[in-house]
């Protein structure tokens, strides 16, 4: 899976608990989840169980805990689907 | 070490977040989630334990210095027979947690030292001033105040010649937004 398809499956998971919607324009690897975006942390574990769903993976807690940023989640991803 | 966490129970409750043995998984022991299971209100027992462990969280990460985490199964929580508080533990460390809870809300402040807590409910359109409040609760003149975020993201309210430095601990959700602060012994 390309990256740039892997980004565009994210920014779709993550809308419906984004509070900051601008935060969505320059969607990149560089996007954090929690200031950027303004995501809570209780949603921001729906968003793991949202990723594990539609790329079928499954995150560890190991692999959760680094998940605060679009490129930190892209690599967990890449990671898991290599696997 | 400061820290509160705050839940607009409306929003909460409407996720169902207790009945989603997946998403209670991820987040809570084994003994957490029967006792959430087993409560007379799942869904407000979820949040208590979630407060509690997200306040803990803002505690022990100023107290170390630590770099952000999504970690919440670390943090093991026990509610007082009272269940208006109770005690969390992460490694080598355990917080006092103190539980506060309306029709509307509820807020989780550590309790270890003395602080002011507040809770404000926002109107969006209406102008907040949060430095304002809390410098006032000081009696100190606003102007001087700015917030600084130190590297790991952990706030301050810094006086701009650097002779004043308050720890602060600020938590939103839905309508409502606290603020946890030390208090001085005068």
Redesign the interface.
């Known amino acids: 899976m390309s990256e740039k398809e892997i980004l565009t499956r994210l920014k779709t998971i993550v809308k419906p608990y984004v509070q900051r919607m601008e935060g969505l324009n320059d969607f990149q690897e560089n996007t954090d989840f929690l200031n950027d975006l303004e995501i809570n942390s209780a949603n921001l574990v729906d968003v793991v169980l949202d990723v594990e769903d539609e790329f079928n993976i499954e995150i560890d807690n190991d692999s959760m805990e680094g998940m605060l940023t679009v490129g930190d989640a892209k690599s967990i991803i890449q990671r898991k689907l290599s696997n | 070490m400061i820290g509160n966490d705050i839940i607009d129970l409306e929003i ?1 409750r409407a996720e169902r ?1 207790s009945e989603n043995i ?2 209670m998984s ?2 809570f022991s084994e003994e957490e989630m029967n006792q959430i299971i087993n409560s007379n209100d799942p869904e407000l027992c979820l949040w208590k334990l ?1 407060a509690m462990k ?1 306040t803990a969280y803002k505690a022990h990460q100023r107290s170390f210095d630590l770099p ?6 670390a943090f093991s929580c026990v509610l007082d027979i009272s269940n208006s508080g109770g005690k969390v533990s992460i490694d080598d460390s355990v917080y006092d947690i103190e539980l506060n809870i309306t029709s509307g809300y509820l807020h989780a402040t550590s309790s270890s030292e003395k602080v002011s807590k507040n809770v404000f409910q926002i109107n969006k359109d209406s102008a907040f001033d949060l430095i304002t409040v809390i410098t006032d609760n000081y009696h100190f003149t606003t102007e001087d105040f700015s917030i600084k975020k130190n590297a790991h ?1 952990i706030p301050s309210i810094v006086a701009e010649d650097h002779s004043i430095e308050i720890p602060f601990s600020l938590s939103h ?1 839905g309508k409502f937004t606290a603020f946890a602060i030390p208090l001085i012994n005068s």
């Not at chain 2, 952000?68 to 199964?73: C, V």
């Open positions: 909460a977040k997946r998403y991820k987040v979630w997200e952000r985490k999504l970690n919440p199964k993201g959700h």
